[in-house]
C-alpha cells in the first residue's frame, strides 16, 4: 500500500508534466518497492535461516546442557569429535554412504536416462513414472517400506530366498555390520534415482541431434558416440547431479534414523543422526550436549558448502 | 544410443526387468496392506484372499483423519505463505532495480543450501525461546522462512523470463509497482507459481525431521512423525502399518500425476537453473 500512495503522491506532486524519463521519482519508487518486497523473505531469512547459522557456530565452542548459560570451551568439542571414536565412525560412514551413493546415482541415472530416451515416447512416460515414483514418497514411507523388506524373521527379501531355496543367504539385514551401508545404499538409490534420470533425459535432449548424424557419417559406433557426444556434452548436468548427490549424502539423516537409528551399535551412524542423538537424546535421562553436538552440524555445514562450491567449480570448467 | 530396432528392444529388455524391481517395494507394500493379519508369517506370498480391514483399521485406530488434515492444514498454510514471500521477493531481484539488490540476493543464495539436519538445534532452540515450541504456529514459520529462499531463486528465473518492456510500458501507463506486480506480471507467471505449489507441497508434504523435533504433542502431529512412531507400534501389525503408508502416499501420487508436466518442469527448473 504504501508503495502505491507514494508512486501516486509522486504523480499529484508533480502534475501533468511528470516525465518518467527524467527517472528518479520512478527509480525512488522502484527502491521503496523493491526494499518492500524484499523485506519479509530477508527478515525470516535473517531470523530462521543466517541467525541459526551463526548460533550454532558459537553454541560449537561451549559445553551446555540446555539450561543456564553456555560455557566457552574453546575448540575443545572439536578436538573431543578427533579422539570421539563414534564420531570417527560417523564421519567415515557419511563420507563412504555419499561418495558409493553419489557415483552409483550418477552412474546409473545417466545409463537409464539414456535408455528411456531411447523408447521415448512409446513405453518411456510408463517407465519414467515407475521409476519416478519413489522419489516423490517421503523419506519415511521408503524407510519404514525397506525396513518391512529387510525385517530378518518375516521380512519380504528373506522370504524371498526362502522362497527359491536360497535359505543360506537369508540374512538380518540391517543387524550386521557387514549388511547394514549397501543395505541404505540401495534404499538412497531407488529413492534418488528417478530424479537423476529426469535431469539427464533433459540433458539428452538438449544434444543437436546433427552431432550424432555427423559422428555416424564419420563412423563412430554407438560407444564411440557415447563416449565422445553424449557424455561432454552432459558435462553440466553431471556436475549437478555429482553435487546434490554429495549435498544429500552430507546431510542425510530421514532413512538412517528411521530404519536403523545408527545402529547396530553405531555401524550406520552418520553425522545427522549423531548429532540429533547427542542433542536430542535418543536414550531418556541423558543430558544434552548441545555444545557437542553443534560441532557436528558446523562440519555437516562446511561439507555442504565444499559441496556447492564443487558444483561452481565443475560447471566453471565445463563452460571453457 | 541411437533409435534402431536393435537399440530400442535391447533398451526395453533392460529396463523392464529394472522397472519391475524399483516398484516392487510398492507393490508389495499394496500387497501387504490387503492381506489379512495372520497370513504375513506363514501365509502365501500372494495372499489367496483380499481384505480391506486393515485400512479400516489405520483408518480409526490412529486417528489417520486427524493426523491426515494436520497435514494438509499445514501443507496449504505453508505453500500459500512460501508462495506469497517468494513471488514477492522473487519479482524484485528479477525487475526492480535498488540499491545492494546484488548483494542481498547472494546473501540469500550462500545459505540456500544449508539442510535442517544441520539447524535443527539452533531452530529448536529459537522455538523454545519464542514459546513457540510445539505449536503448529512454530513449525509454520520454521517451514515458510526455511522454504522462502530457495523458492524466491525460482520465481526470480520465471521473472526473469519475462521482458523488461512489459513492465516499464506499464510504469509509463502510471501503475504504481504493486498493481503493476498483481495485474500484470502474476497472471503471466502462472506456469512458475504452478511449479512452486508443486515443489513446495511434496516437500512440506514429506518433511520429517523438524515435524518430530519441534511437535511433542499427538493431535498436533502431521502424518510423517506419525507413521514413524507407528512403525514402533505396529512393528507386527504389518497390514495395518503398510495401509497408512499407501493413504499417506495417496496425495503425493495424486498430484504427481495430475500435474506431471509442471511438475517435471519444475524440478528442472529448480536444478537447472542453479
Redesign the interface.
Known amino acids: 500500500m504504501a508503495t502505491a500512495l507514494s508512486r501516486e503522491d509522486v504523480v499529484r506532486r508533480s502534475g501533468e508534466r511528470t516525465s518518467y524519463r527524467f527517472g528518479s521519482p520512478l527509480r525512488k519508487s522502484q527502491r521503496v518497492a523493491g526494499y518492500l518486497f524484499v523485506l519479509p523473505t530477508f527478515a525470516l531469512f535473517l531470523a530462521f535461516v543466517l541467525w541459526p547459522i551463526l548460533y550454532t557456530a558459537y553454541l560449537s565452542l561451549t559445553s551446555w546442557g540446555g539450561f543456564g548459560a553456555p560455557r566457552f570451551v574453546n575448540f575443545d568439542n572439536y578436538s573431543r569429535m578427533l579422539h570421539d571414536p563414534v564420531a570417527r565412525r560417523a564421519l567415515i560412514v557419511t563420507l563412504v554412504l555419499t561418495g558409493v551413493t553419489t557415483a552409483i546415482l550418477t552412474f546409473l541415472g545417466l545409463v537409464t536416462a539414456v535408455l528411456v530416451n531411447v523408447i521415448w515416447p512409446k513405453v518411456g512416460v510408463v517407465v519414467r513414472t515407475i521409476l519416478f515414483i519413489p522419489g516423490i514418497v517421503s523419506f519415511v514411507v521408503s524407510a519404514v517400506l525397506w525396513k518391512l523388506i529387510y525385517d530378518p524373521n518375516i521380512g519380504t527379501l528373506n522370504r524371498l530366498l526362502g522362497a527359491i531355496g536360497l535359505d543360506s543367504l537369508q540374512h538380518p539385514w540391517l543387524a550386521d555390520h557387514k549388511t547394514v551401508l549397501p543395505a541404505i545404499v540401495v534404499v538412497t538409490v531407488w529413492g534418488g534415482l528417478g530424479f537423476n534420470m529426469l535431469i539427464y533425459s533433459a540433458g539428452l535432449q538438449s544434444i543437436d541431434p546433427n552431432l550424432y548424424e555427423a559422428a555416424a557419417m564419420d563412423g563412430a559406433n554407438t560407444v564411440q558416440q557415447f563416449r565422445h557426444i553424449t557424455v561432454p556434452s552432459l558435462r553440466i548436468v553431471t556436475g549437478l547431479i555429482v553435487s546434490l548427490g554429495l549435498l544429500n549424502g552430507f546431510k542425510a539423516f530421514d532413512v538412517i534414523f528411521v530404519m536403523t537409528g545408527g545402529g547396530p551399535n553405531h555401524g550406520s551412524e552418520v553425522l545427522g543422526t549423531y548429532l540429533y542423538s547427542l542433542a536430542f537424546g535418543t536414550t531418556s535421562g541423558s543430558i544434552p550436549q548441545l555444545g557437542y553436538a553443534s560441532a557436528f552440524s558446523v562440519v555437516t555445514m562446511v561439507l555442504c558448502t565444499l559441496a556447492v562450491i564443487a558444483q561452481l567449480w565443475l560447471t566453471r570448467r565445463a563452460d571453457r | ?3 534402431t530396432a536393435f ?2 528392444s ?3 529388455f ?2 523392464f526387468p ?2 519391475v524391481l ?2 516392487f ?2 507393490g ?2 499394496l500387497l ?1 496392506s490387503l492381506r489379512e493379519q495372520n497370513t ?2 506363514n501365509g502365501p ?1 500372494i495372499p489367496r484372499k483380499f481384505t480391506g480391514a486393515a485400512y479400516h483399521e489405520a483408518w480409526t485406530s490412529i486417528e489417520f483423519p486427524l493426523h491426515f488434515w494436520n497435514s494438509v492444514w499445514i501443507t496449504s498454510v505453508t505453500v500459500i505463505g512460501v508462495l ?3 513471488t ?2 522473487g ?3 528479477a525487475k ?4 545492494f ?1 546484488n548483494t ?1 540476493f547472494v ?2 543464495l550462500t ?1 540456500l ?14 522455538l523454545k525461546s519464542f514459546g513457540l515450541l510445539d505449536s503448529q504456529a512454530g513449525l509454520l ?2 517451514y ?3 522454504s ?2 530457495f523458492a ?1 531463486f525460482l520465481m526470480r528465473a520465471f521473472f526473469q523470463t519475462l521482458p523488461d518492456e512489459l513492465v516499464e510500458a506499464a ?2 501507463d ?1 501503475g ?4 503493476i ?1 498483481r495485474r500484470v506480471i502474476l497472471p503471466l507467471t502462472r506456469p512458475g507459481i504452478a511449479t512452486v505449489v508443486i515443489f513446495q507441497f ?1 516437500s512440506t ?5 523438524i515435524a518430530n ?1 519441534v511437535l511433542r504433542n499427538t493431535d498436533s502431529l502431521p502424518l ?2 506419525v ?2 512412531t507407528l ?1 514402533g507400534q505396529y512393528s507386527t501389525n ?1 497390514p495395518a ?2 495401509a497408512g ?1 499407501t493413504l ?2 495417496v496425495p ?2 495424486i498430484v ?2 495430475r500435474m ?1 508436466r509442471q511438475f ?1 518442469a519444475g ?2 527448473l529448480g ?2 537453473k ?1
Open positions: 544410443m541411437r533409435k537399440g530400442k535391447f533398451a526395453t533392460v529396463l529394472f522397472c524399483m516398484a517395494p510398492f508389495w507394500m501387504t504375513i508369517f506370498i506469497v514471500f517468494a514477492l521477493s519479482y524484485a531481484f526492480l532495480d535498488f540499491p539488490r542481498l546473501l540469500l545459505t543450501m544449508m539442510p535442517s539436519t544441520a539447524l535443527i538445534i539452533p531452530l529448536y532452540l529459537e514459520v520454521l515458510i522462512s526455511g522462502a529462499p524466491m510504469r509509463v502510471g504504481s509497482e504493486l498493481t506486480f511434496l508434504w514429506n518433511e520429517f525431521l523435533t510423517q512423525p507413521l514413524f512403525m504389518w502399518l503398510t503408508l499417506s502416499v503425493v501420487v504427481y500425476v506431471q517435471v524440478m528442472m536444478a537447472v542453479n
